[in-house]
């Protein structure tokens, strides 16, 4: 490789530590200012293990509408008594010195990574900015706006409404008579995995946005590839033991693909075609 190739690797190579390191800086003055919020968040993973969330109340108003229309049947199946079922305490429990301690680190830094994605994603923009053109550089406020809104609505839509379904499905087994015994690290763990994995999954349409503003793809590219994405999405969903967590995976991927493909239609950099020349032109 010549001298006049390296160099330019080189520079980029550069400048990407440079961003990475300002990045790393960034998350771990937001993980300082998260850390008084982490112990909140927790309250909130945890509440479901309570067996009182929004599934209840659903319930509550089917047992209801129940009760109203087929009372045999509302006695039969003691529809009541579920309904009625105090709250039952399900306290996290931990088998290892500090390891609270590392679950707060760990929710704190998440915390600190989601308060600085302005910045995580301004520094992203800037290390492609040299390959954009002025109009598209004049896109770096909304990229960065809808960048950051998308993680937090797909981090948000898994903790209020996924994850009362998984934990929800967990305790259904009690009625077979299993004892459910939470360790906090596998518990906090596979719930910080799962908001990262909806908060990126929400950022495909954005990352579909730019590659396409590039030409790098295409309506045209992605519509007939949709049995390919659902392969994917039932692919990276199988990683996950049970099939809940499985479906609500797979579900929102997939839905996400199929929004992508519209961002590349509506949004997707035009092919200019020239004019043909006049026949029998004479110079």
């Known amino acids: 490789m010549s001298e006049e190739k390296v160099a330019p690797f080189i520079e980029h190579l550069v400048e990407l530590r440079k961003r990475l390191v300002i990045i790393v800086v960034a998350v771990v003055i937001g993980m300082g200012v998260a850390w008084n919020f982490s112990g909140p968040v927790l309250n909130f993973v945890e509440k479901p293990l309570t067996g009182k969330t929004y599934l209840t109340e659903i319930k509550k108003m089917v047992y209801a509408k129940v009760k109203e229309r087929a009372p045999e049947l509302y006695t039969r199946y003691k529809l009541e008594q579920e309904i009625n079922a105090p709250e039952k305490k399900r306290p996290l429990n931990y088998s290892a010195p500090l390891e609270p301690f590392f679950i707060q680190c760990k929710i704190s830094m998440l915390l600190g990574f989601v308060l600085v994605l302005p910045v995580v994603f301004l520094q992203l923009w800037m290390f492609i900015a040299p390959g954009l053109t002025r109009k598209e550089r004049r896109m770096v406020v909304p990229f960065i706006t809808a960048a950051t809104l998308t993680f937090c609505v797909g981090a948000m839509f898994f903790l209020i409404v996924i994850w009362p379904v998984i934990i929800n499905f967990s305790l259904s087994y009690e009625a077979e008579g299993l004892q459910s015994w939470f360790n906090i690290s ?66 929102p991927m997939y839905l996400m693909y199929e929004i992508s493909i519209w961002v590349a239609l509506i949004f997707g950099k035009k092919k200019v075609i020239a004019p043909p020349e006049a026949e029998g032109e004479t110079i």
């Open 186 to 251: 596998s518990y906090i763990n596979f719930c910080l995995r799962l908001i990262l994995i909806f908060g990126l999954i929400f950022e495909l349409p954005i990352l579909t946005l730019i590659l396409s503003r590039f030409g790098i793809v295409s309506y045209k590219m992605l519509a007939p590839k949709r049995k390919y994405a659902l392969l994917a999405s039932s692919i990276v969903a199988a990683f996950h033991a049970d099939l809940i967590t499985m479906f609500v995976i797979m579900v």
